[in-house]
């Protein structure tokens, strides 16, 4: 059956003519229920497709007639319909017949029918194009060659065609035809025909077959040359109307734009340009140049809608665009179509703020969410619903006056037009107020959103293109064809055609665009829409900047910046900077004048922030709105999506911000992030709520965007940091001259930026800190310390930062990083520096194990503090410094000691704080000490570094320079700690000095071992001589004046309140100080060279202290003096004494003249002295020179002993209170150093040195002492004790006299010398010695100055009676070791004792002290019990000649003393002194008288004649009455008259002469005791009964005893001794004494009767007469 059912088909359609015949016939009848159930009949045929082609023929007519009857007219529509669509049998003329009889049902007066008609035509256009495109289908396999049609050949040559494809031809050409009211060709039969529905048609075809037109050149051909002219023609009269012009004038209805027709030509427009726009690039030009055209100002508002709605269309299809870019604005004389649209746009939105809509006098407004809600009356340019009280904000755009509502037309990317689909509207429609706005607005956002979307998609191809083509290139992999035929070059060519269209895409329309969203932006009023605006500048400078069209870029920037700030808000950046000079300039869009335009300031927008603007001088505040924060928002955006493209715009960027920033109030915090922050001066900043939410967000996102720099490549980080530092210059700039709150925005920003970018901080580093660095010399404070805030935090981040390779790898890196900490020692602001050092205490804290080659950085930066840097400064740099020494020493490279050394010895010169630099002091000493521990190693590493340094100054040829050069490393680290203590040494600062002082040399003397022999010169020369003399210099110019207190309240002992005084000390400490390291290290010190030139300068020192006028240096000078003095010299063992050899001759040429017993010392060696000195450069030196050299140093010592001795007790010209005057200290301790001095050089002392030394002691004993310190010195005057000075001396010359005494022969010679010194200390007992023309008084009377403390002292003169007297005693015994000597006798040396004892002797009672003359008598009887004996041993010689004269005058002179006993002298004391005399007197009996022989006459005679005087010596006037018995010198009147008798009578009478000598003597005394009893007798005559004067009757008692006392003595010589005469002489005294008897006194007449008893003797019997001789 199935088989069938084909077959039966087959037969129905062969003969289907005959079968549909009935059915026609039955139409023909025109009888309704006939014709409807014979149509029913024949669509159910046609269903089953057994029609023919005949029988549609047939069909057709028998249709065709119906309708002209008018029958059944919509079953007639169906019929053809179902005929078209069932088959394809219906073609040409029957075909073009069924359409036409469609057509002109459309025209019925019956709506319905129209309707239907319309549809069915629209149905069947259709169905035959359809038919068109399945034919191409069928033939699509079968490759045809296409017949070239040429452009002008005439349009009914069709013959190339297909039947399907030429029915469709045929019809589109008529449709042509019709709507450009020609005479159809092949649609025979139109009655009559409206344009609207032939554009419809021509516009449905043409959208939905495409492909027809681009695959046929017959239909391209058909485009061309009849629809784009038509389209042309029939857009005249929208071309040439103007709005306002009168148009009554004009009868033609159809010069007026005409809605319908208007609005289909833009549906067709639209279609063939988005269709065709490839066929018809011309034509295209044109459409798209009217369109903008319908945009004017001056054409119908509905015809602006429309076409608006048309460019929108456009602006959806970013590929489109592109193609109008590249086939116009990039072609050379071509219209910038692209540019135009874009401009047109930008003026439309401009026009519709500019011209208010006319003829709308209410304006409608539509709800923005309610597409369809009716219009809503309101009053105009309100802009407000109310809605239930309460009053919502539509969203508008609003600009001087102007409100344009904004309505929500589409969805954002499609072009859903509303007026364009108007279709049944004949009348032109109102425009709704805001519509136009908006189609505009949202074309710009579609346009700009397919843009940059669409290039940045291209954009990302390439690139990854690039990667994968250059991964290809580089792999082996096997990769796709494309990329095998594709060639890097081709590809390289495409990019760079493709990158011309981007920009020149760009360029063509960013000014319209920037000008259109601008003026939007101001005048948007809604959150949304400004969200939108801002977002498509922001694409759109995003792009610019990816593609590097800076000026572009930067006009957004600036534009979205300006929008950040308020209105009219002066910010140079953006109105000087290239990109701005936009908004000044008008530009000219085809004639057409567009401003920019700047943002008004009356918009109504919310006032969400009032604060500061950031100028020099800020006029009152400024407000920001909730636009201007959203403005900023996408500010931020842009610069965190796209800070890489940012560029050179960064700085508007950056400046913008900041301003905000300023305004908003934030300031920055820790690690550069903004914070909220009260503002510091001015009316403070007001925030509503809404921002304060805001505020944190935004500081949150400022900081984000600076984080995300680290994914910027390098170029684009240097962009940002150049930006930030011309805005931190604009805001240092700004900072000078005022101290208002700087704007630190910039500096902030940078320490941010730094900070995330750690990794890779070598790039920036430079012009980072660079910068900071000039921050923080900013004379505005807080700028300041950011800037030391930013550059600290930023050090010390990249210290810590874990790098790649890490620090201790990369010592350049570490530099680097460290180096900006020294710059900033350049600047002079202390809170700079304060922060500098606090950073470097905290880097010492955290990196001070690895800091390496940065340690010189780090200390120069402590080192750096200057002295008027301050307290705190220094203090902080201090503690660094003690960090260093206490924790670190071990940790840095031992080339760095050296600097620790420096800096620590700089901070104790600092005179701000005196515990630091003590305390620097004892750093000094902690260092020294680390020194020593580590010396070894520190030595090692030193020598190798020295090496290496070594290599390298010889490679480049230059010497190594370091100081003290020639020492080794090691040693030169310590001398340069010495150098150091040495200057802190001469510090003002008396505390500083001392502590320096006791530093060095404590740290030479606990050291000094680990030295160099070698250095040691150094050390003598460089560092101690050196320090001795500055100390020296300082001292003797020190300020003598008085320092009243020692800073603040300490008050100062008087014994430091000069300098003068505080120098003494210094001055003693050093000397000590360098005199104990010579005796402590004098085995190392002698070997070297020139250690005879060293003890010279040292001497030459000790002089100077010595003889510097001050007690304190001086005694101190002498104390170091006798510290080297006690130097032995190192014994060796091998010291064993041997002979010594046989001394050559030249040796004495060799070692310089050295007196002889110097070389009678043993040697060590028995070879020749020569040799030994050839040998003297080995390592020992020998031991000879050694001594010869010694002696040297000692007679230097000498010299220097000399000098001072006589320098220093030189009595000065003149005197005033200020005269010095040496202590006895001092010369007690000069004096004290010549017995140690004299061992060593007691071999060569010579009679000459002997002198010296005379003069020297004789000069220092006669210093006086000041009347302040001899309580001191002498406990009372009374007491009778030596000071330790005239102690001392007489020391000096035992010393002397004892090495005389076991001295060789030749030195005797010396004894007379000391004989003469010690006699000239014995005369000072009665005549104390004169110090210059110093006024000294005696002791008793000088007052002690207790009261007036500072009164000028007197001088006192010492009791020298101790000292006279024990050197008295000190003559004596010497005298009686050395009376025989030679020299003693030939230097008279007895006549110059007796010489000095006459002075006291003859003084005696007017001595000084009474126990002067009394030794001075013992001693003589002393010396001459010694003396006399060898001076009568040498009578013969005559040596003693002139003694004996001497000797009477001493007798004479004390026996017979002109001075008067004192009164209160008591009777026992009397006697006492009168057995003294009564000595002498046996002295002379036993000693002298008995050896007359040998002694010369002239003596004895004076003698005798003393003697005499000495009997009869009556008495002593100043006796009292009472004492008169006693006082008279009885018994040494008796002794003398003994021993004048004995004398006078003893047997040994050698020469007459002698005899003759006591005759006399006895007749002078006989006679005149005559004269005193003849003298007598007649005074007691005379008195009568009155008692004689005491005196005389003294006198006459002692004439009465001297009688019988010599009559006894006459009795008991030998008779023959007694001349006859005397006798006589006595017998005549009788009758005088006989006369006297009559006198008064009881006690003359007792005297005179024991003077007659002894007469009884001569009474005898008278003898006979002699004569003649005979007896």
């Not at 629809?227 to 857009?235: D, H």
């Not at 065709?276 to 945009?295: P, Q």
């Amino acid at each position: 059956m199935q088989e069938e059912i084909p077959t039966c088909q087959r037969a129905l359609k062969e003969n289907s003519s005959e079968v549909v015949q009935p059915f026609l016939m039955g139409c023909g009848t025109k009888e309704p229920k006939i014709t409807q159930l014979c149509l029913a009949a024949i669509q159910r045929l046609m269903s089953h497709e057994v029609v023919s082609e005949t029988a549609a023929g047939n069909i057709i007519n028998m249709l065709w007639q119906l309708m002209e009857n008018s029958l059944e007219e919509l079953k007639l529509l169906q019929t053809v319909l179902v005929l078209l669509t069932t088959n394809t049998v219906v073609h040409d003329e029957a075909l073009s017949k069924a359409i036409v009889l469609c057509f002109r049902l459309h025209f019925t007066k019956d709506n319905i029918t129209n309707n239907t008609a319309a549809a069915t035509v629209r149905q069947v256009v259709t169905v035959v194009f359809e038919r068109m495109v399945a034919e191409d289908e069928r033939h699509r396999d079968i490759i045809e060659q296409p017949v070239l049609v040429q452009g002008n050949s005439n349009r009914r040559c069709v013959s190339t065609l297909k039947p399907c494809a030429k029915d469709a031809y045929m019809l589109f050409q008529d449709l042509c035809q019709l709507v450009n009211a020609d005479a159809p060709y092949w649609l025979v039969g139109m009655t009559e025909m409206t344009r609207t529905f032939g554009l419809e048609l021509l516009e449905s075809v043409l959208n939905d077959f495409p492909q027809v037109f681009l695959q046929h050149q017959e239909f391209s051909f058909l485009l061309k040359e009849r629809v784009c002219p038509l389209v042309i023609k029939l857009f005249s009269p929208n071309i040439k109307f103007r709005q306002g012009s009168s148009s009554s004038s004009s009868p033609a209805p159809v010069e007026k734009p005409y809605f319908p027709i208007c609005m289909r030509l833009l549906r067709v427009v639209s279609v063939l340009i988005k269709q065709f726009y490839s066929l018809l690039v011309t034509e295209c030009e044109i459409f798209l140049s009217l369109l903008v055209k319908f945009l004017d100002a001056d054409k119908p508002q509905w015809l602006r809608a429309v076409a608006v709605e048309s460019i929108h269309r456009l602006c959806v299809q970013p590929q489109l665009l592109r193609s109008f870019c590249q086939s116009y604005d990039m072609k050379q004389h071509s219209t910038k179509v692209f540019r135009d649209i874009v401009n047109a746009l930008g003026s439309f939105i401009q026009s519709l703020f500019l011209v208010p809509p006319t003829g709308n006098p209410a304006t409608t407004n539509q709800a923005g969410n309610n597409n369809s809600g009716g219009p809503v009356s309101t009053p105009a340019n309100s802009g407000m619903l109310g809605i239930g009280g309460g009053v919502t904000l539509l969203p508008a755009f609003e600009y001087r006056g102007t409100w344009i509502p904004i309505l929500t037309i589409t969805v954002q990317g499609s072009a859903k037009a509303t007026y364009l689909e108007m279709l049944d509207k004949v009348e032109p429609p109102t425009i709704p107020e805001g519509y136009a706005m908006s189609v505009a607005f949202h074309c710009l956002l579609d346009l700009v959103r397919g843009i940059t979307s669409m290039i940045e998609g291209e954009l990302g191809e390439v690139e990854t293109e690039c990667q994968t083509t250059t991964e290809a290139a580089s792999s082996p992999t096997q990769s796709s064809e494309r990329q095998e035929s594709q060639s890097t070059s081709d590809q390289m060519d495409k990019e760079i055609v493709s990158r011309a269209v981007w920009e020149e895409m760009v360029n063509a329309c960013w000014c319209g665009l920037l000008a259109a969203l601008s003026l939007l932006l101001d005048a948007s009023t809604d959150e949304a829409a400004t969200e939108n605006i801002l977002k498509a500048e922001l694409t759109m400078a995003a792009l610019c900047g990816r593609l590097g069209l800076v000026t572009s870029r930067d006009a957004f920037i600036t534009a979205i910046c300006k929008g950040s700030l308020p209105p009219h808000y002066a910010l140079t950046v953006l109105n000087t900077t290239t990109a701005a000079t936009l908004s000044n300039k008008s530009y000219s869009i085809q004639g057409q004048s567009v401003m920019m335009i700047s943002p008004s300031s009356e918009s109504h927008q919310q006032v969400v922030a009032v604060g500061q603007p950031l100028a020099v001088q800020p006029q009152g505040t400024v407000m920001l709105t909730s636009k201007n924060i959203q403005c900023m928002r996408t500010l931020l955006n842009l610069a965190h999506c796209h800070g890489a493209v940012l560029g050179t715009s960064w700085q508007l960027v950056l400046a913008t911000l900041q301003h905000l920033v300023w305004i908003l109030g934030l300031k920055p915090s820790s690690g550069g992030a903004l914070k909220p922050g009260r503002a510091v001066e001015g009316p403070s900043t007001v925030l509503t709520t809404a921002v304060m939410t805001d505020l944190p967000v935004i500081s949150n996102i400022l900081s984000r965007l600076f984080e995300s720099s680290q994914y910027l490549d390098d170029v684009s980080l240097h962009h940002l940091i150049n930006a930030l530092c011309s805005l931190s210059l604009e805001a240092m700039d700004m900072a000078y001259g005022n101290n208002k709150e700087p704007s630190l925005f910039a500096v902030a920003k940078l320490l941010e930026t730094g900070l995330v970018n750690m990794h890779r901080i070598e790039i920036l580093w430079r012009p980072l800190t660079g910068h900071l660095l000039e921050v923080c010399q900013h004379p505005n404070s807080r700028m300041r310390e950011w800037g030391a805030e930013a550059l600290t935090s930023l050090i010390k981040a990249g210290l810590t930062f874990s790098h790649d390779p890490p620090l201790s790898q990369n010592q350049r890196l570490q530099l680097l990083l460290l180096n900006p900490l020294k710059e900033m020692s350049s600047i002079n602001h202390p809170d700079i520096r304060l922060k500098q050092l606090e950073c470097v205490l905290q880097i010492l804290q955290s990196q001070g194990d690895s800091l390496g080659p940065g340690w010189p950085l780090v200390l120069g930066v402590m080192g750096a503090i200057r002295n008027d840097q301050g307290e705190s400064l220094i203090r902080t740099a201090f503690q660094c410094l003690q960090l260093v020494v206490t924790d670190f020493l071990p940790t840095m490279p031992c080339t760095c000691l050296q600097i620790v050394v420096d800096v620590a010895g700089s901070f104790g010169l600092h005179n701000q704080e005196l515990n630091i630099s003590l305390t620097s002091i004892g750093l000094l000493w902690n260092i020294s000490d680390y020194f020593f521990q580590r010396g070894e190693t520190i030595e090692k590493e030193l020598n190798k570094e020295e090496a290496a340094q070594q290599k390298q100054a010889e490679e480049k040829g230059v010497v190594l320079n370091r100081p003290f050069h020639p020492a080794p490393p090691f040693d030169c680290l310590w001398l340069c700690l010495y150098a150091k203590l040495g200057e802190l040494c001469v510090d003002p600062r008396p505390a500083v000095r001392k502590s320096a002082g006791q530093t060095l040399f404590s740290t030479i003397g606990a050291h000094g071992t680990l030295l160099q022999h070698s250095t040691w010169h150094t050390v003598i020369w460089k560092v101690l001589f050196h320090l001795l003399d500055r100390v020296r210099e300082s001292s003797t110019t020190a300020d003598k004046e008085k320092i009243e207190s020692g800073g603040g309240n300490i008050l100062i002992h008087h014994s430091r309140d000069t300098a003068e005084k505080q120098w003494a000390e210094t001055w003693v400490l050093t000397l000590a100080g360098v005199a104990r390291i010579f005796n402590t290290r004098r085995y190392l010190l002698q070997p070297l060279g020139d250690f005879s030139r060293a003890w010279d300068v040292l001497l030459d020192h000790i002089q100077s202290a010595a003889l510097s006028k001050n007690n304190e240096v001086s005694l101190a000078a002498l104390k170091s003096f006798q510290e080297i003095l006690q130097i032995v010299s190192p014994v060796r063992d091998s010291d064993k004494p041997e002979t010594p050899p046989a001394v050559n001759v030249p040796v004495p040429v060799l070692l310089g003249s050295i007196s002889g017993p110097g070389l009678n010392r043993p040697f060590v060696r028995t070879d020749s002295i020569g040799e030994k000195l050839g040998r003297y450069n080995s390592s020992e030196p020998p031991i000879v020179t050694d001594e010869l050299e010694d002696l040297n140093l000692w007679w230097a010592a000498w010299n220097t002993w000399y000098r001072i001795g006589s320098e220093s007790t030189k009595p000065p010209v003149t005197f005033d209170k200020l005269t010095f005057i040496p202590s006895q200290p001092f010369l007690t301790a000069l004096t004290q150093i010549f017995p140690a001095l004299y061992q060593h050089i007691k071999a060569g002392f010579s009679m000459g040195d002997l002198q010296k030394l005379g003069v020297t002691l004789h000069s220092a004993v006669s210093v006086p002492i000041s009347s302040d310190a001899s309580p001191f010195i002498l406990p009372s005057y009374t007491e009778a004790v030596l000071t330790s000075l005239q102690e001392a001396v007489l020391t000096a010359l035992d010393v002397l006299q004892k090495a005389i005494c076991v001295g060789p022969e030749n030195m005797q010679i010396m004894y007379p010398a000391i004989f003469d010194q010690l006699l000239a200390f014995v005369e000072f007992s009665c005549k104390p010695p004169q110090y210059g023309q110093l006024e000294t008084k005696h002791i008793a009377n000088a007052k002690y100055n207790q009261i007036q403390l500072f009164a000028p002292a007197e001088w006192v003169a010492l009791n020298y009676v101790p000292f006279a007297e024990r050197s008295l005693e000190v003559v004596v015994d010497l005298y009686q070791k050395t009376a025989c000597h030679k020299a003693v006798v030939n230097e008279k040396v007895l006549q110059n004792i007796i010489k000095t004892l006459r002075v006291p002797l003859s003084l005696k009672y007017s001595c000084p002290s009474e126990s002067t003359w009394k030794l001075a008598v013992s001693s003589l009887l002393k010396v001459l019990s010694i003396g006399l004996p060898v001076a009568r041993q040498h009578a013969s010689s005559g040596k003693f000649d002139s003694m004996w004269p001497e000797l009477a005058n001493t007798f004479e002179d004390f026996l017979f003393t002109k001075s008067i006993p004192p009164d209160n002298l008591s009777i026992q004391e009397f006697q006492r002194n009168e057995s003294i005399d009564v000595e002498v007197v046996q002295l002379i009996s036993t000693e002298i008288l008995p050896y007359a022989n040998f002694i010369p006459k002239e003596f004895v005679g004076q003698i005798m004649t003393m003697l005499n005087k000495g009997s009869i010596h009556s008495q002593s006037s100043s006796f009292t009455e009472a004492e008169i018995d006693i006082r008279l010198r009885e018994e040494f009147s008796k002794m003398c008259f003994e021993t004048l008798l004995q004398f006078s009578f003893s047997n040994k009478v050698t020469t007459p002469q002698e005899g003759y000598i006591s005759r006399m003597a006895l007749s002078v005394l006989l006679k005149r005791s005559q004269d005193v009893l003849h003298r007598y007798i007649e005074d007691e005559r005379l008195s009568g009964k009155c008692p004689l004067p005491r005196q005389q009757v003294t006198e006459i008692i002692f004439v009465l005893k001297a009688v019988s006392t010599l009559i006894d003595s006459l009795k008991k010589t030998q008779p023959e001794n007694v001349d006859g005469n005397t006798w006589a002489q006595v017998i005549a005294l009788y009758p005088t004494l006989v006369e006297c008897i009559t006198c008064s006194s009881a006690e003359v007449c007792s005297a005179l009767k024991e003077a007659l008893v002894p007469f009884k003797d001569f009474m005898q019997p008278p003898a006979s007469k002699v004569q003649n001789g005979e007896s």
